[in-house]
């Protein structure tokens, strides 16, 4: 069995960098009796993954966090290179938020030279937004995901609803890999003004983030739309345009009302509905959701 590194002292979080690390680390747990939380992240850290690993907190005896930007998610022209890498910071936000354990494997120990699987989840709602606006970005979450999983093993599984695509992937391939993987979907945190949080904001200019209020902006008037009885989802959308721009340099790539379930889009407007956005401001593509009529919309 691979020797799992100790805590470098007292209190400091484990800090793993194999897969057959992890695996022993997450055995030895089970073997204590743990419950384990687990929270995927690609760094950068801010307040809404901390809001996870909370919430595995609360439930779990031991929490790991993984770092891992994860090359197959991003398409050919994406920002992989100049994705946001914090790992001091990282490390030290993760110790003061007491999590046990902080998996931070490089590429090669994860895709190896020969490494040729990949995973989908042929889900029809996938096809659509993230889906079809970043050709095989959901196939490089799955295949990252299935790892962790698989390596982690039973588990719960803490994921962001600002990612509702996401989630909606990660709980199919929980429940057909039958790997004791439970999903627990976390809300959205957003800066005072209504921003979602994201490691992407830090892209954002100053000129720029004002723009980016604009995805917020049209989740709220959704609500407004709907608390004054409007159940017309082309109303939502037709609205759109006008909240988020027109801006130099801002564009709005999709703005929909949909059923949770599927991601369809859907003609009247109910309690529970889902509002989709994505804007790309510039260099930055910012995404946004809320579900209508729910009491932690923006
Ligand atoms: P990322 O590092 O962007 O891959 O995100 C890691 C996890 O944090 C995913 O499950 C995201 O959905 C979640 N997440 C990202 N931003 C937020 C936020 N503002 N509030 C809550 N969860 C978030």
New binding site residues.
Partial sequence: MPEVPSPQEGTLPILLGDPAQLRALTARWRCEGARIGL??????L?Q??L??VEAARAECQKVIVSIFVNPRQFGPGEDFASYPRRPERDRERLHQSGVDAIYMPTVDSIYPAAFATSVRVDLEGLRRFEGAARPGHFQGVATVVAKLFCVVGPCLA??????AQ?VALVRRLAADLDGGVEVRE?????EADGL????RNEYLGEGERRYALGLSRWLRAGQRLFAAGERDAEVYRRLAPATVGPAPGVTLEYADVVDPSDFSSVAMVDRGSRMMIAVRVGRVRLIDTALVGAAAAP
């Fill in positions: 929270v995927p992240t690609m760094g950068a801010h809404g993954h809001s996870l803490f994921f962001g609803e600002k990612d996401q976390c809300p959205t945190v957003r979602a949080m994201s490691s």
